[in-house]
Protein backbone atom coordinates (compact mmCIF):
# COMPACT_ATOMS: atom_id res chain seq x y z
CA UNK A 1 0.00 0.00 0.00
CA UNK A 2 1.28 3.66 -0.78
CA UNK A 3 1.14 6.10 1.80
CA UNK A 4 0.84 9.74 0.54
CA UNK A 5 2.05 12.49 3.22
CA UNK A 6 -0.91 15.48 4.06
CA UNK A 7 1.66 18.06 2.97
CA UNK A 8 1.29 16.74 -0.61
CA UNK A 9 -2.19 16.49 -0.96
CA UNK A 10 -3.60 19.55 -1.60
CA UNK A 11 -6.33 21.37 0.53
CA UNK A 12 -8.07 22.88 -2.53
CA UNK A 13 -9.84 21.61 -6.00
CA UNK A 14 -7.20 22.19 -8.26
CA UNK A 15 -7.24 22.02 -12.16
CA UNK A 16 -6.05 18.27 -11.87
CA UNK A 17 -9.53 17.27 -9.90
CA UNK A 18 -11.18 18.32 -12.89
CA UNK A 19 -11.58 16.46 -16.23
CA UNK A 20 -11.31 18.40 -19.52
CA UNK A 21 -13.91 20.45 -21.48
CA UNK A 22 -13.90 17.59 -24.04
CA UNK A 23 -15.60 15.62 -21.38
CA UNK A 24 -17.70 18.25 -19.92
CA UNK A 25 -19.25 18.33 -23.13
CA UNK A 26 -20.30 14.93 -23.29
CA UNK A 27 -21.29 14.42 -19.24
CA UNK A 28 -21.44 16.00 -15.86
CA UNK A 29 -18.85 15.71 -13.58
CA UNK A 30 -18.93 15.31 -9.71
CA UNK A 31 -16.10 15.19 -6.87
CA UNK A 32 -15.82 15.91 -3.49
CA UNK A 33 -13.59 18.34 -1.31
CA UNK A 34 -13.01 18.64 2.13
CA UNK A 35 -16.53 18.18 2.89
CA UNK A 36 -17.75 19.61 -0.22
CA UNK A 37 -19.16 17.75 -2.96
CA UNK A 38 -19.13 19.58 -6.36
CA UNK A 39 -21.00 19.02 -9.87
CA UNK A 40 -20.44 20.55 -13.27
CA UNK A 41 -21.68 19.92 -16.46
CA UNK A 42 -22.53 21.69 -20.03
CA UNK A 43 -25.69 23.22 -20.10
CA UNK A 44 -27.12 24.39 -23.80
CA UNK A 45 -29.37 27.16 -23.84
CA UNK A 46 -33.28 26.54 -24.27
CA UNK A 47 -34.55 25.23 -27.54
CA UNK A 48 -35.51 28.64 -29.42
CA UNK A 49 -33.59 31.24 -26.85
CA UNK A 50 -30.63 32.92 -28.07
CA UNK A 51 -28.60 32.32 -25.07
CA UNK A 52 -24.68 30.46 -24.75
CA UNK A 53 -23.81 27.01 -23.26
CA UNK A 54 -22.66 27.38 -20.24
CA UNK A 55 -20.84 25.80 -17.70
CA UNK A 56 -23.03 24.82 -14.66
CA UNK A 57 -21.26 24.53 -11.35
CA UNK A 58 -23.19 23.34 -8.17
CA UNK A 59 -22.14 22.73 -4.90
CA UNK A 60 -23.57 20.89 -1.84
CA UNK A 61 -22.29 19.51 1.68
CA UNK A 62 -21.52 15.75 2.27
CA UNK A 63 -22.21 13.01 2.76
CA UNK A 64 -25.34 12.85 0.23
CA UNK A 65 -24.69 12.61 -3.89
CA UNK A 66 -26.26 15.36 -5.73
CA UNK A 67 -29.78 13.91 -6.59
CA UNK A 68 -30.21 12.59 -2.87
CA UNK A 69 -29.46 16.29 -1.65
CA UNK A 70 -32.71 18.70 -0.81
CA UNK A 71 -32.21 21.43 -3.50
CA UNK A 72 -32.04 24.08 -0.32
CA UNK A 73 -28.92 23.03 0.05
CA UNK A 74 -27.44 22.95 -3.37
CA UNK A 75 -25.58 25.83 -4.56
CA UNK A 76 -25.37 26.65 -8.32
CA UNK A 77 -23.46 29.56 -10.45
CA UNK A 78 -23.06 29.30 -14.44
CA UNK A 79 -19.55 29.99 -16.01
CA UNK A 80 -18.78 30.80 -19.88
CA UNK A 81 -18.02 27.09 -21.39
CA UNK A 82 -14.75 28.04 -22.21
CA UNK A 83 -11.02 27.18 -19.70
CA UNK A 84 -11.22 30.59 -18.46
CA UNK A 85 -15.01 29.59 -16.95
CA UNK A 86 -13.36 26.34 -15.47
CA UNK A 87 -10.86 28.19 -13.77
CA UNK A 88 -13.33 30.54 -12.60
CA UNK A 89 -15.39 27.76 -11.06
CA UNK A 90 -12.51 26.44 -9.09
CA UNK A 91 -11.76 30.12 -7.74
CA UNK A 92 -15.73 29.69 -7.06
CA UNK A 93 -15.68 26.47 -5.53
CA UNK A 94 -12.17 26.99 -3.37
CA UNK A 95 -14.03 30.02 -1.52
CA UNK A 96 -16.55 28.11 -0.43
CA UNK A 97 -14.55 25.19 0.91
CA UNK A 98 -12.92 27.58 2.76
CA UNK A 99 -16.08 28.54 4.25
CA UNK A 100 -16.87 24.93 4.92
CA UNK A 101 -13.37 24.46 6.69
CA UNK A 102 -14.04 27.46 8.86
CA UNK A 103 -11.52 29.72 7.67
CA UNK A 104 -13.10 32.60 6.38
Known amino acids: MTVIKE ?6 ITRHDILPL ?6 AYTGSKGGLRFRMEK ?3 EEGTEGERVLLCSLWPE ?3 YGETDEAQIR ?3 FAFSDQGIEEALAWMNEALLEVEGHE
Do not use: G, R, T
Open 43 to 45: KDP
Open 76 to 78: QKS
Open 63 to 65: PFA
Open 22 to 27: SFLKKS
Open 7 to 12: EFISKS
